[in-house]
């Protein structure tokens, strides 16, 4: 083989994508590589937050008696050369003790006009994923995922009375494919703790 077909096979090996630009086959349009202004809706989440966080009462001796006071943290930052975020979420008991720990990837979608996101339920090890609008001043979201007791759930959730300083998350959930909700599955209030968080 001369030198200069090795050189071609290498480059083709090694570098597909300038093989296929110098051939011009199969070559696909570059996708934009700036983030749209979209792409910032959801920095009103970047930085450090304290949470009171609300859950229905599971059964009647709950109802009764009261739930447990649960409180947490959020804490996001850019990610992704500005295309999304990347947070996570920690829930715990008045004791200080773990409840959840959700790590989460937000990315704006410029082609479906909306936001793509993936979340891991760190201590369960089961992931959800949802898409995101913003829709008057407030981000709604639409997901599936894994619950607790292992069945599938549908989710819908507005994150809404946003400002710089505090906002208000409230998830509904539905276990028959959205037929009925459990409304404030999941409540959360959040005040602003400090500015960009560190990873």
């Not at 009171?52 to 959020?74: D, E, F, M, Q, Y």
């Not at 829709?135 to 007791?149: K, P």
Request: hydrophobic share 40%.
């Amino acid at each position: 083989m001369s030198l200069r077909a090795t050189l071609a096979l290498l480059v083709s090996i090694h570098a597909p994508g300038a093989a296929l630009a110098q051939h011009g086959a199969g070559q696909a349009a570059q996708p934009p590589t700036t983030a749209p202004k979209e792409a910032a809706q959801f920095d009103f989440l970047i930085g450090t937050w304290d949470l009171t966080v609300k859950v229905p009462a599971p059964n009647l001796a709950a109802r009764i008696h009261g739930t447990p006071t649960l409180t947490g943290s959020w804490k996001a930052w850019r990610a992704f050369d500005g295309w999304g975020i990347a947070d996570e979420l920690r829930i715990t008991d008045a004791a200080g003790n773990a409840r959840a720990l959700t790590h989460t990837l937000r990315v704006f979608d410029p082609g479906a006009n909306r936001w793509s996101q993936t979340a891991l339920d760190v201590y369960r090890s089961r992931f959800s994923t949802a898409t995101a609008e913003w829709v008057d001043g407030e981000m709604h979201l639409s997901g599936r995922g894994t619950g607790v007791d292992g069945k599938p759930y549908v989710s819908r959730t507005r994150i809404h009375a946003i400002t710089s300083t505090s906002f208000k998350f409230q998830q509904d959930r539905s276990t028959d494919d959205g037929k009925t909700w459990i409304e404030g599955s999941l409540r959360i209030d959040a005040k602003r703790t400090g500015g960009p968080a560190p990873r």
